[in-house]
């Protein structure tokens, strides 16, 4: 396939000598079965080009399939790669088959490969070596031919450096290694890009189509672009939606580009551009793993992060909800040895808020407040009014408090954990976690 129908077929566009020479040796490494390393920042089109290379292979008519390592948590990674057998991990209910397994004779694409946990990268090194692998909770080994191209905007050889990324993993990934300019290092492709989505769009919402005047040109040239393509896709996307005035002026665009300056300064004098600023902009759509119409999936992989969410939000409430009873009682113990009525000299203002998510989670949830060891009680969310200042016992801190009474409940209980974890209202994990806390600070338990 020539170039000009490779750009056509997958929409990466650019003519700028830089841009044609990325094309040029995806053509030439496509139809082989090395292994390809993408580099680049956010938006340059590394996983525009990872279908590229599938689709000018052999393998174009089986599976391409996309796993955002940097999305899946860290303790499913090796499950979703490699699969499970059933029981293999918590609530694992059922025995799945892996990512791999699915691509099977076609193509996987490795997503901020650099996001790989050691296990993971142990794994993946041997199915690179032989292709063979053994799901989550097996021993039996499996085969399978599948060709890895991989992507990442960090700075791998930085990684291998630190130790956190095996050399022997990079050497077998990066058999060619392709580096995809960003925007701003090949300017002559900005406009005719902006133009082409400009066109696009308005297509799409059947309005006549934009033009740029000279200094919108010179705007969207001297731009920075941190998000790269996808950031300029964005901003005619909505320039289009947005902006009435034709032709397109560079005081219409300025507001919807970030970091630039606003006009009073010296026209044209961009914000310096962070390196790697990039990530942290646009929502990457499609940000968990799946071959595309491969929705199903997707589905699942949202529901067991927001799985996982929940436990972690369950488990703040329960040591949020540890912290105010340790308070109750302290308060509590203070004032019945006291002279005068119950609960004068102690006003609680506000109590704690309940914080169990409703509908609208997502969008409307604000979470807790993170308590460390170590906080003040006065950080604690709630306030103590006239708080006595000659009540003669000293107060135990929180902390103080808190230990006596898991040392209490593991008394009372014989050292049976899950029924003190009961007694206390805790999660057996959080209770878990505090014991070990103490024996790590040699507390007698
Ligand atoms: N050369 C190009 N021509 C046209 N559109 C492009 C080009 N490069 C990228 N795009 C578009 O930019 C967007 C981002 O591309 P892509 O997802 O491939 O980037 P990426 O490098 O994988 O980014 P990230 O690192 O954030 O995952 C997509 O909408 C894609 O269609
Ligand atoms: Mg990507």
Redesign the pocket.
């Known amino acids: 396939m020539d170039r000009t129908a490779l750009q056509e077929r997958y ?4 003519t700028s000598p830089s ?1 044609v020479r990325v094309l040029d040796r995806i053509r030439l490494v496509a139809p082989t079965d090395a292994s390809v390393l993408l580099l ?10 990872a279908q590229a290379i599938h689709g000018l292979s052999p393998r174009r008519h089986k599976p391409f399939v996309v796993v955002n390592c940097g999305a899946i948590p860290e303790g499913l990674i090796e499950s979703e790669l490699f699969g499970a057998e059933k029981g293999a991990y918590t609530g694992s209910v059922e025995r799945r088959t892996g990512f791999f397994e699915e691509a099977d004779g076609g193509t996987i694409f490795l ?1 901020e490969v650099g996001e790989l946990p050691a296990a993971a990268q142990v794994r993946l090194l041997r199915v690179l070596e032989n292709g063979q692998f053994s799901r989550v909770g097996s021993s039996q080994v499996k085969t399978v031919d599948v060709r890895v191209v991989a ?1 990442t ?1 960090r700075n791998l050889g930085a990684e291998v450096q630190a130790g956190r990324f095996r050399e022997d993993l990079y050497y077998r990934l990066a058999t060619v290694v392709v580096e ?1 300019p960003p925007l701003r290092e090949r300017r002559e492709d900005i406009v005719p ?1 902006f133009e082409r989505y400009l066109r696009q769009t308005a297509e799409r919402y059947n309005t006549p189509p934009h033009r740029l005047d000279g200094d919108a040109r010179a705007l969207l040239e001297g731009y920075a672009w941190p998000g ?3 950031e300029l ?1 964005n901003v005619a996307e909505q320039a289009t939606v947005l902006v009435r005035g034709v032709p397109l002026t560079a005081s219409e665009l300025r507001p919807l580009l970030r970091g630039v300056p606003s006009p009073q300064g010296s026209s044209g004098a961009l914000l310096p551009m962070r390196a790697g600023a ?1 990530h942290d902009v646009q929502p ?1 759509m499609g940000a968990f793993g799946g071959s595309g119409t491969d929705a199903v999936r997707e589905r699942e992989m949202i529901y067991r992060a927001l799985l996982e969410l929940r436990h972690e939000v369950r488990d703040l409430r329960e040591q949020v909800a540890a912290l105010l009873t340790v308070a109750r009682v302290t308060h509590d113990d203070l004032d019945a040895a006291r002279p005068g009525p119950r609960g004068e000299g102690f006003v609680i203002v506000r109590d704690a808020e309940p914080y169990a998510p409703t509908a609208g989670f997502a969008s409307s949830y604000t979470p807790p407040p993170v308590y460390s060891e170590g906080d003040e009680v006065e950080d604690a969310p709630f306030e103590i009014a006239d708080a006595p200042s000659s009540s003669g016992a000293p107060l135990p801190t929180v902390e103080d408090a808190e230990r006596d009474l898991i040392v209490q409940a593991l008394h009372r209980t014989d050292g049976n954990r899950r029924e003190a974890a009961r007694m206390l209202g805790l999660s057996e994990r959080t209770l878990y976690r505090k014991i070990s806390q103490y024996e790590a600070q040699g507390v007698d338990l």
Do not use: Q
Request: avoid cysteine; hydrophobic fraction near 40%.
């Open positions: 929409g990466l566009f650019g841009f680049g920042e956010s938006g340059v089109g590394k996983e525009l080009l997503d992507a905007n995809i890009l790269n393509v996808r896709r990039a990457t």
